[in-house]
């Protein structure tokens, strides 16, 4: 299993710090890029609807979804910081394939609902604030894939510090906003009290919690964690779960202030003045001006809008590449894999836009927060288990009392969205011209659905957890080779791309050259910088790929091989052929992932434009 975001991962060092303040402050971070999941544009539409239709009734919704989202995250947090996995990652090791797929599937599924809200979040502040059309304005919210792979390139804490400073736009903008409709603190004391005025405020109640508590944000915790690099020993892990925590309360805490303040503004101002129909974010922008009588309200408005969308989109894309990843072991190029999620989210927005008009674009932001509702317990559930696994957490899960705590929210939401389904499916066949036709198709999906709701609940209870955890790490390379009664190479180079290729292609190079050949690693760095600047390279990713390399010659050279490393900078097809017409080689060896045709356009293949460039033969192992 490799390594979860690999190319950040364990990049920023919390240890050798001289202060307690520090050693926090090296840990503080992954919370924020997960806050601005609680604050992206899907919130802002239910909150919206709460706040306007009934007034603070609804508040209490989202202090409860709020301690949920801290106990959550705070779990995820803890698996990724004690097994150094990631769920997705988890649950490949713990369920079967068929299983995996059907999670994969599902959690793609809140990953495009997620994306679809941050798409139309973007695009209608964009139309607010410089009148752009949405449709103009959701197809500006392509570039942002460049956004993403220049903010990666630097390094996540810059990302980090990106991200931080996006959330304390939005922040300081509510800020100003809750001085301009001074809301009654009485009345929203008041709303802190559970109640649920009708059937519709229910609907609104899940959509918050779906839009609050986000299946995608439980992968991205347990990922971004493993971005530090501490000590391993059983105080190191604790002081990280404790720094984590603290992180995470402070994060989520500030992301219940924005939303929060956003339900208060709708109650404040629409249903204060009997509004109570206010549920597009376009009428909100409109009405605040009149309502509140300046102009830099709906001003505001639209900008913490936009800073939401964006800073919300970049940690999606994170968690879709972690999703990807981890349940089918498969990496694509970071740009193939932006651009595929983005195009999810983009298409039927479009279309949806088109056929209906911009008036349907809140209805579309509610709805994909009740799927995200729906795809909850699909990723709790294994969560739960996970970090309640003596074994897999190595002395490190969670207590009784906790994890009674964590069955019950689970609980909560299962419940909730079984009765979403039932009423809506109530609802369809009563109004449907043919109910035959759902009888035959959404009833015996929705069966399906709670069937494998009720295997990932009691599997882990009959089974126990695989103990043979597959692992492509250069560190257990399996070096059992044949025994040849002579070698003829001598001087034999191989291509390293810190994949699973690696392992084969090592291997059937010691077996042409054996113990008594010299070996020569060769890794292209393909960064930006390296284009650009060349072996003058000096990013975050070269840092990293060069003490890879290291890793791998060192461990190489202690098993008793003769071995040299080269890295080299550009493009493979074009800087692999110029190292090795430079060099005295016998045979070049290159692993392959056994793609070809188009899946080459999505993964990459240097191979075909290779072959013609060198002057030695070229050795392909397919994996």
């Avoid at 364990?10 to 050693?23: A, D, I």
């Amino acid at each position: 299993m490799s390594k979860s975001l690999e190319e950040v991962h364990e990049s920023v060092t919390t240890q050798n710090k001289k202060s307690v303040f520090k050693r926090i402050l090296a840990f503080f971070g992954p919370a924020y890029l997960i806050s601005v999941g609680y604050m992206d544009p899907g919130n802002w539409a239910t909150d919206i609807a709460g706040g306007s239709q009934f007034g603070y009734a609804l508040l209490w919704v989202l202090l409860m979804s709020n301690i949920m989202a801290l106990l959550l995250q705070s779990l995820s947090a803890r698996l990724g910081i004690v097994t150094q996995r990631d769920l997705a990652q988890a649950s490949r090791e713990t369920y079967s394939p068929f299983i995996n797929y059907i999670l994969y599937f599902l959690a793609e599924i809140a990953i495009a609902a997620c994306d679809l809200a941050e798409v139309l979040g973007m695009a209608i502040g964009l139309n607010l604030l410089f009148g752009i059309s949405l449709i103009d304005g959701v197809l500006i919210t392509v570039l942002d894939t460049f956004l993403l792979l220049f903010l990666i390139n630097k390094g996540i804490r810059k990302m980090e510090a990106f991200i931080i400073t996006l959330v304390a736009v939005i922040g300081v903008s509510f800020i100003f906003e809750m001085i301009f409709a001074q809301p009654v603190v009485g009345d929203v004391l008041q709303g802190l009290i559970p109640t649920m005025p009708n059937e519709t405020a229910l609907y609104i109640a899940i959509g918050i919690i779906g839009a609050t508590v986000m299946p995608h944000n439980l992968y991205l915790h347990s990922s971004l964690v493993q971005t530090r690099k501490f000590d391993r020993s059983k105080a190191g892990i604790k002081q990280a779960l404790k720094y984590n925590f603290i992180d995470s309360t402070i994060a989520l805490n500030m992301a219940f202030f924005v939303n929060a303040a956003i339900l208060i503004l709708a109650a404040a101002t629409f249903y204060k003045v009997g509004m109570f129909e206010v549920a597009e974010i376009q009428d909100a922008h409109r009405f605040l001006q009149p309502i509140l009588g300046t102009k830099w309200a709906p001003i505001l408005f639209a900008v913490a809008l936009i800073a939401a969308g964006q800073s919300s989109t970049i940690t999606g894309t994170l968690a879709g590449q972690i999703i990807m990843e981890g349940y089918l072991n498969l990496r694509i190029q970071p740009w193939v894999r932006r651009i595929i999620t983005r195009l999810i989210a983009i298409v039927p927005a479009v279309v949806v836009i088109t056929i209906f008009g911009e008036g349907v674009t809140g209805k579309l932001l509610i709805l994909s927060q009740v799927i995200l509702s729906l795809q909850l317990g699909f990723a709790i559930i294994p969560l739960i288990h996970f970090v309640s696994d003596k074994t897999k957490m190595k002395g490190f899960h969670i207590s009784k009392l906790t994890q009674v705590a964590s069955w019950i929210v689970a609980t909560i939401i299962v419940v909730l969205n079984a009765k979403l389904v039932y009423d809506e499916i109530n609802g369809w066949l009563a109004s449907a011209e043919n109910p035959t036709l759902l009888w035959l198709t959404v009833i015996p999906l929705a069966f399906s659905f709670l069937i494998l709701l009720l295997y990932i609940v009691f599997k882990p209870f009959v089974t126990k957890s695989k103990n043979n955890i597959e692992n492509h790490s250069p560190h257990n390379l399996k070096l059992t080779f044949s025994k040849a009664a002579s070698y003829s190479k001598k001087n034999i180079a191989v291509a390293v791309d810190f994949t699973a290729a690696d392992e084969v292609a090592l291997n059937s190079a010691f077996e042409l050259g054996g113990k008594d050949a010299e070996y020569t690693l060769i890794h292209i760095v393909e960064t930006v910088g390296a284009l650009i600047h060349g072996d003058n390279a000096d990013d975050h990713e070269t840092s990293i790929d060069e003490k890879l390399l290291i890793q791998y010659e060192e461990m190489l050279v202690g098993k008793g091989f003769k071995v040299v490393s080269q890295l080299g900078f550009g493009t493979p097809d074009k800087t692999i052929p110029v190292l090795i017409n430079k060099g005295n080689f016998d045979v070049l060896v290159m692993g392959t992932h056994g793609h070809t045709g188009f899946k080459d356009l999505v993964f990459g293949t240097t191979v075909d434009k290779l072959r013609h460039k060198i002057s030695i033969p070229l050795f392909i192992v397919k994996k």
